[in-house]
């Protein structure tokens, strides 16, 4: 299980949205994702910030699906954004996903991505125990 922790000596996290600090335990491997995006699995891009939002939390979560854990196992979460309004949009398709979980995070305001049509991308590290089935 994974140990989050808030000391005291930091601020508390933004909105209680995050944990300041993420121990994984021994015997656990780290996975770590490439960049997801707003792409659908049929290759599709829709134009609408929040409909690429969602479609990255969608993505993540085949991802974790695939190697058998969930939400839970979030160690840190990554996430680009082109401008600051967008924010707002990308923490309502995040919580919605996110549950309870509050892995570590940092959200990145940055001038673009890799594609002119890119408006989002999220990048994850999660733990999978050794052990599993």
């Given at each position: 299980?994974?140990?989050?922790?808030?000391?005291?000596?930091?601020?508390?996290?933004?909105?209680?949205?995050y944990?300041?600090?993420?121990?994984?335990?021994?015997?656990?491997?780290?996975?770590?994702?490439?960049?997801?995006?707003?792409?659908?699995?049929?290759?599709?891009?829709?134009?609408?910030?929040?409909?690429?939002?969602?479609?990255?939390?969608?993505?993540?979560?085949?991802?974790?699906?695939?190697?058998?854990?969930?939400?839970?196992a979030l160690?840190?979460?990554?996430?680009?954004?082109?401008?600051?309004?967008?924010?707002?949009?990308?923490?309502?398709?995040?919580?919605?996903?996110?549950?309870?979980?509050r892995?570590?995070?940092?959200?990145?305001?940055?001038?673009g991505?890799?594609?002119?049509?890119?408006l989002?991308?999220?990048?994850?590290?999660?733990?999978?125990?050794?052990?599993?089935?």
């Open positions: 299980m994974l140990r989050k922790s808030n000391p005291t000596a930091v601020a508390p996290p933004y909105k209680n949205i944990s300041h600090t993420v121990e994984v335990p021994a015997g656990s491997r780290l996975v770590f994702t490439s960049g997801q995006l707003g792409i659908a699995p049929d290759g599709s891009i829709n134009p609408d910030f929040k409909v690429q939002a969602e479609q990255v939390m969608k993505n993540l979560a085949a991802l974790l699906a695939h190697h058998g854990v969930g939400v839970e160690v840190r979460i990554n996430a680009y954004v082109l401008a600051r309004a967008q924010i707002p949009l990308l923490a309502q398709a995040r919580a919605a996903w996110l549950g309870d979980a892995p570590a995070m940092t959200t990145v305001v940055v001038s991505l890799a594609a002119p049509d890119w989002v991308e999220v990048e994850v590290v999660f733990s999978v125990e050794e052990a599993r089935p």
